[in-house]
């Protein structure tokens, strides 16, 4: 469903931050995205909606080359991707209806959606995906008024009310703390699942990554060096992606801490 | 899930409805008799449109030789005027800040420098400027009397707020060791306080030549009597060139405060 | 803070290196001298014998302009609306046209750094550079006398103010809520109402009513020249040399410039 082809981002400073990278993902598949600061990842991620513009190669969409696409012709293909940042990249100041439905803005225009009159289907796509994330009580609160936890919901919330193909997942759990940083995963992975969505998730946290995707690209200095199932991690793997480490000792703490937290009913959702 | 359709509306700007209304309404009404009192008067404005087109005229030629003598001078008073308030006034204004700081002046003296204070901020300078005319006489003089009192009035207020914000740990820090009270305002506020001032002081730089260029309307010296001895002969592009090398001066203070500010920092 | 080891081999240590030392000491010379030469300058027309005659023309003065004739208040209450009301009407009216400017300055919303910025950074420095006494002085030459004037005069005057503030608040907002909002597929007037317009509302009322309250003392002094308002009541009231009256302005000019100081704050506050 997305295919990217030979993939190049040269910053103007000179930096190759990808290189040359081709990756397939079909529908329905959450992609893991892992390496080292600076290995590219955030970029790899931005060129695929063009919030980076790429040097070279393609990117296409449900067969829609992304690359060529002209102004107001990517607005409207912007739609089909749903992205979620790393610090919410919430509007402060508003609501958190208003920032869910701002989600909905490439399918509104301008007026409509600066007075607030979207479409009641708007509003009704609004609701549904506040419910599955589990934010009904808080609509109105403004978004610096919610914790960590509650953004990124929100933030996940926006994404989906585009009723997107593709989620593009940038270090989701970065800012939170352990605990919600899984029940954030979880949720993420559930949705896709629900839906049918494929998505691409940046994520640094290797442990975290193994726990909830079903398949891993570990990229080094912008070029893909590992490709595969989370089990297929194997310490040398490892050291390829990331450089040399007690890889054996550093995962194996981390099995045991979510070992000590599974059993937690999904209601905890709604007070993360 | 639930089927039925929920409606939202963005919650408005003031909760209680009454108030709501009340201050809208008192608004539009405001603006309506606000812009009522205001006299359009045509006929005086289409004559008023041939000068506007001398005027912009002039700026496309500004002519800066004919009254050059004039501008040289008034432009010397302006700078001349700015230099020696500025440096007074930012002299002036250290005691009068410190008297004015809650946390280290004794009442009396905090009232005193406060209704000091209050008194050269809300007068306009133009309007202290006629009275130090009247006193002094005409010139500069009694424009950089005008502008030292007026930069008093600002940067005190300023270096007063700077000083009761202060972080004070530091004070009681340096007051715990037994200093006395010069010690702990040389050592624990100064520090603090010092950054903010010279930034300020140089944008006062900016405003006192702005304002030198507007005493001499009332005879406090300086280009504005030049500009307005040019406007009242309807040269216009003599006065062109007045502004133009007021807006150039303008300019040049505000590299010259950017690349001093960038060296301090 | 260098410490330096003398002869005897103790060690010494000193605030600043010796070649600081002087260098501050000559910069302190050179104002020293700086002031000394602009001072000579500037008063060698100035006739010392009405200086110092000036303590008793101020009590000569001083006795003649107290009591404040009261009952002159009943004139003055329309030319203080007049001030009031091109103060308002004058930001109002700078407001609505420092807004663009601001746009077309920030450096993250001109549309181009090189030919834009440049002229809208130009408006700014002209609109700031010039009182909006002597703008009163020249539209009062073009529009003739009246409040007319004096509203286009404190409008020309606080554009340039306002702008500049704003357009540095612009500047200064967080980049990522206005990218999630182009990753939605919103067009680019949709990106400016609801990414970037939300972050600067907070410093555009806060500096929008800043201005207002320095225009109040702006206004009272544009009478001096035609332009409406209290000031004609003062320059009437001294070339009749009606002391008291003219000590009756004052104290109006005082309590109005103290109350909407006050006002200002307390909105200011608020809106923190």
């Known amino acids: 469903m997305l295919v990217i082809d030979n993939l190049t981002k040269r910053y103007s400073t000179g930096d190759l931050a990808v290189d040359n990278v081709s990756l397939s993902v079909p529908a329905g598949q959450v992609v893991g995205l892992i390496g080292p600061s600076g290995a590219g990842k955030s970029s790899l991620i931005r060129c695929v909606n063009r919030l980076v513009e790429p040097s070279g190669g393609s990117i296409k969409l449900n067969g829609l080359d992304l690359s060529r696409l002209s102004r107001g012709a990517l607005g409207q293909a912007r739609r089909r991707m749903g992205m979620i940042f790393q610090e919410y990249a919430l509007v402060d100041r508003l609501t958190v209806m208003e920032n869910v439905l701002s989600g909905r803005l490439g399918y509104v225009g301008f007026w409509r959606s600066y007075l607030r009159r979207f479409p009641q289907s708007d509003i009704d796509r609004a609701f549904v995906v506040l419910e599955r994330v589990g934010l009904l009580d808080h609509i109105d609160k403004r978004a610096d008024a919610l914790s960590g936890g509650q953004r990124q919901r929100v933030g996940i919330a926006r994404a989906l009310v585009q009723e997107p193909d593709l989620l593009l997942v940038d270090e989701p759990t970065a800012s939170l703390d352990p605990k919600t940083s899984r029940q954030i995963m979880r949720l993420i992975v559930e949705i896709c699942a629900e839906r049918g969505l494929a998505a691409i998730v940046n994520i640094h946290d290797v442990a975290l990554a193994q726990m909830f995707v079903q398949r891993i690209v570990g990229l080094r200095k912008g070029a893909i060096v590992f490709d595969g199932p989370p089990d297929g991690l194997t310490p040398e793997a490892l050291t390829e992606i990331y450089g040399a480490e007690d890889w054996a000792a550093t995962i194996s703490k981390a099995q045991e801490d979510d070992e000590a937290e599974t059993g937690l009913p999904d209601k905890t959702l709604a007070s993360a | ?265 | 803070m260098p410490v330096s080891l003398s002869r005897d081999g103790d060690r010494h240590w000193k605030r600043r290196t010796s070649r600081a030392e002087w260098l501050r000491f000559a910069g302190w010379l050179a104002l020293v001298m700086l002031f000394i030469f602009t001072w000579r300058v500037m008063t060698q027309d100035t006739i010392w014998a009405f200086v110092l005659d000036a303590p008793r023309q101020a009590a000569d003065i001083g006795s003649r302009m107290w009591p404040p004739r009261w009952s002159y208040m009943s004139a003055l209450w329309k030319p203080l609306w007049d001030t009031i009301n091109m103060a308002t009407l004058g930001t109002l009216l700078a407001v609505i046209l420092a807004v663009p400017v601001a746009f077309l300055t920030a450096r993250n919303t001109t549309p181009s750094v090189v030919f834009v910025r440049p002229v809208a950074l130009l408006v700014i420095v002209s609109s700031r550079s010039i009182n909006a006494l002597i703008w009163a002085l020249l539209l009062v030459t073009i529009l003739g006398p009246g409040v007319l004037a004096g509203v286009i005069a404190i409008a020309l005057r606080s554009v340039g103010f306002i702008a500049k503030l704003l357009y540095e608040a612009i500047e200064e907002i967080n980049i990522e809520p206005v990218e999630a909002i182009r990753a939605t597929g919103a067009s680019a007037p949709q990106v400016l109402a609801w990414g970037i317009w939300p972050q600067i509302t907070p410093a555009f009322a806060g500096i929008s009513v800043f201005r207002w309250d320095i225009n109040i003392r702006e206004a009272t002094v544009l009478g001096l020249v035609g332009a409406g308002g209290i000031g004609v009541n003062l320059e009437s009231s001294m070339n009749t040399l009606a002391w008291p009256q003219v000590t009756l302005i004052l104290i109006v000019i005082l309590a109005t410039v103290i109350v909407s100081e006050w006002v200002s704050a307390k909105i200011r506050h608020a809106l923190l």
């Open chain 2, 1 to 265: 899930m639930s089927a039925i359709s929920r409606r939202w509306t963005p919650p408005p700007l003031i909760a209680n409805r009454a108030l709501r209304y009340g201050v809208y309404a008192g608004l539009c009404l405001y603006l309506l008799v606000a812009f009522s009192t205001i006299e359009f008067n045509w006929t005086r404005m289409s004559e008023g449109a041939a000068r506007a087109g001398n005027l912009f005229a002039g700026f496309l030629r500004p002519d800066f030789t004919s009254r050059w003598d004039d501008i040289e001078a008034g432009l010397l008073e302006s700078l001349t005027m700015t230099v020696t308030s500025t440096i007074v006034g930012i002299i002036l204004s250290i005691p009068f800040g410190i008297g004015a700081a809650r946390n280290i002046a004794p009442a009396p003296v905090y009232a005193f420098c406060r209704a000091f204070i209050a008194v050269a901020r809300s007068l306009q300078e133009v309007i202290i400027a006629i009275f130090l005319v009247v006193l002094f006489g005409f010139g500069p003089f009694a424009g950089f009397l005008t502008l030292a009192f007026a930069t008093i009035g600002f940067l005190a207020k300023l270096l007063a707020e700077d000083i009761e914000d202060c972080d004070p740990a530091p004070l009681e820090a340096i007051r715990a060791t037994g200093a006395g009270w010069w010690q702990v305002l040389a050592y624990a506020i100064l520090p603090q306080v010092a950054p903010r001032l010279i930034g300020l002081s140089l944008y006062r730089v900016d405003i006192n030549f702005r304002e030198s260029a507007v005493v001499g309307i009332v005879g406090a010296g300086g280009i504005g009597a030049t500009l307005n001895t040019a406007m009242d002969r309807y040269e216009f592009d003599s006065a062109a060139a007045i502004l133009l090398i007021i807006i150039g001066i303008v300019l040049a203070c505000e590299y010259a405060s950017g690349f001093i500010r960038a060296k301090v920092q």
